[in-house]
């Protein structure tokens, strides 16, 4: 998003509350074939399942935004996973990364950022990319993601650099482009479209902000007008029209398709995991693992939540009992969170700038011990008296949630006395 995009911004949205069905038909007479409605937050997102349900032009795509992280409720993320598999969702988001904006502490997108990730290689479904001012954040992220296994994905109403989309691509994602990109002012973007493999690219609306020209004096934009935007690239890249719209269009179906099938998929596999279970045999490999990682999940869950002490405690014995995938800690090269302007002054005139505060990651080895241990005034994570608590794991997923969720924690508190993650 450029830094013009107000899609966080504190005036209220337009809606299509109230004539619906007449943007829908707009949309079709315009030949758009698929309208996605994509949540921000729980709420937003299972109102776009319902839209889905009740419109056949309608897709839904459920998610927490990353403006909109620090609001979530406990179980709001939960509440996403179930929605993930109800009929008519395509992808989950928005999600990613946003430093233009202070509404959420960035450690805390990153974790958000990140359980989108999992859940889109977990489920199959693709994910949608916010990404504002911090494109080397996103990519690194993206990388550490595509470690684990195959992205799908898109790099939605991109404004970042023709290097970035590159290498997004190369991830296996697709760019696609919102109205800004026909603005008089957006050369440079244009140019960054033009480097983008045709079977690469999408256009979107980034509905109902920023309508593309040569509508853009409708303040309300709506799905009809995603024509314009991709007549615009079209031309800018000596394309026929028909040929880009048919071509974009079929990477729409091709994303989809591919989440469908591997719904299919796991569907199936959950089926001869509940007959093998009847029968007495161990679940399969996949599902193991699958409820391995949500076991995890709802533990930390519940430790950055409770109000009670941890639980993950500095047992005796344990550093040599459990055999540990995960060593190096280091200091990110994020210092400090964004503040927003009040904070600044407020923090000059007081002189009471927190310090010590610093974006946490855990980069690890293939081999060797590793205990994360941190300092940390606060109660829930500091598991002995004079505030420090450290963690004896195997899993690298658990340490590297727990580094963010320790940071989360640090900048969210604004507590002075947090030292971050210390090495073994
Ligand atoms: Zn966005």
Aim: proline share 6%; hydrophobic share 40%.
């Amino acid at each position: 998003m450029s830094p013009r995009t107000p899609d966080a911004a504190p005036d209220p949205a337009p809606t299509f509350a109230d004539d619906l069905p007449d943007v829908l038909a707009r949309a079709s007479a315009a030949d758009v074939a698929h309208v996605n409605a994509i949540g921000v937050d729980a709420s937003s997102s299972r109102a776009c399942v319902e839209l889905a349900a009740k419109h056949e032009l309608v897709h839904a795509v459920v998610g927490i935004q990353p403006n909109d992280v620090a609001e979530a409720a406990a179980g709001d993320w939960d509440e996403i996973v179930k929605l993930a598999k109800s009929p008519g969702v395509v992808a989950l988001g928005e999600t990613g990364l946003d430093r233009y904006w202070d509404h959420s502490p960035f450690a805390l997108q990153q974790d958000y950022f990140d359980r989108h990730l999992r859940l889109s290689q977990t489920t199959g479904l693709p994910f949608v990319v916010h990404m504002r001012e911090c494109e080397a954040d996103v990519l690194a992220m993206l990388r550490e993601a595509r470690e684990r296994g195959p992205l799908r994905g898109v790099m939605h109403s991109y404004t970042g650099t023709a290097d970035g989309a590159a290498e997004a691509i190369e991830l296996g994602l697709y760019v696609s482009f919102a109205g800004m990109v026909s603005y008089k002012k957006s050369d440079e973007l244009r140019e960054v479209a033009a480097t983008v493999p045709l079977h690469r690219l999408l256009v979107e609306t980034d509905a109902p902000y920023l309508s593309p020209e040569p509508v853009r004096k409708i303040r309300r934009n709506e799905p009809a007008h995603v024509a314009h935007t991709a007549r615009c690239l079209a031309d800018h890249r000596s394309e026929a029209y028909e040929d880009f719209a048919r071509q974009t269009t079929q990477n729409a179906i091709a994303l989809r398709a591919a989440a469908e099938a591997e719904r299919r998929e796991q569907s199936s596999e959950l089926a001869a995991d509940r007959a093998n279970a009847e029968g007495g045999f161990a679940p399969t490999a996949a599902s193991r693992a699958r409820a391995d990682v949500d076991e995890r999940r709802a533990r930390i869950h519940r430790l950055a939540r409770s109000r009670k002490p941890a639980r993950i405690r500095n047992r005796p014995g344990s550093h040599t009992r459990i055999r540990v995938a995960v060593s190096r800690i280091r200091r990110s090269r994020q210092a400090t969170p964004r503040r927003s302007a009040p904070q600044r002054s407020n923090e000059r005139r007081h002189g009471s700038r927190p310090r010590g505060e610093m974006g946490s990651s855990v980069s690890l080895p293939p081999k060797g011990p590793a205990i994360l241990r941190w300092r940390c005034c606060h109660d829930e994570l500091a598991a002995r008296p004079n505030g420090t608590g450290s963690l004896v794991t195997r899993s690298a997923r658990l340490a590297r949630a727990m580094s963010r969720i320790v940071t989360t924690c640090a900048v969210s508190q604004r507590r002075a006395a947090v030292a971050g993650l210390l090495a073994p």
